[in-house]
Nanobody, 127 residues
Framework: DVQLVESGGGSVQAGGSLRLSCLLS????????MGWFRQAPGKEHEGVAI???????TYADTVKGRFTIARDWTRDIVYLRMGSLKPEDSAKYYC??????????????????????WGQGTQVTVS
């Protein structure tokens, strides 16, 4: 099985930066598709960033140019570096993994149902 543990959340002022980490453990060798999602109270689950095994990345329009997703294969960690944070970025951020999600059509890659493994989330609050 695969376990995901997020860390790095916290409170920050608008315009500030945070780096979230997602540590993978278990049978991770074929977790080819990794994503960060977020959910704010009263709002729908939202895809933020995706990284494929070859390193290709995709971002939601709302974070493009401000957030960067990266994967360290040697340490089994996926990062989400967030800059120029806005109050509307406040949410609980979740790391997700799947073997096949990135093989889906581009629109389907944002579907949370395509991801088999999830972490517990880390809270980000921007004021």
């Amino acid at each position: 099985d695969v376990q995901l543990v997020e860390s790095g959340g916290g409170s920050v002022q608008a315009g500030g930066s945070l780096r979230l980490s997602c540590l993978l453990s278990g049978f991770t060798y074929d977790m080819y598709c990794m994503g960060w999602f977020r959910q704010a109270p009263g709002k729908e689950h939202e895809g933020v960033a995706i990284i494929e095994s070859v390193g290709a990345t995709t971002y939601a329009d709302t974070v493009k140019g401000r957030f960067t997703i990266a994967r360290d294969w040697t340490r089994d960690i996926v990062y989400l570096r967030m800059g120029s944070l806005k109050p509307e970025d406040s949410a609980k951020y979740y790391c997700a993994a799947d073997r096949f999600a990135c093989l889906k059509e581009p629109g389907s890659r944002w579907d949370q149902n395509e991801y088999h493994y999830w972490g517990q989330g880390t809270q980000v609050t921007v004021s």
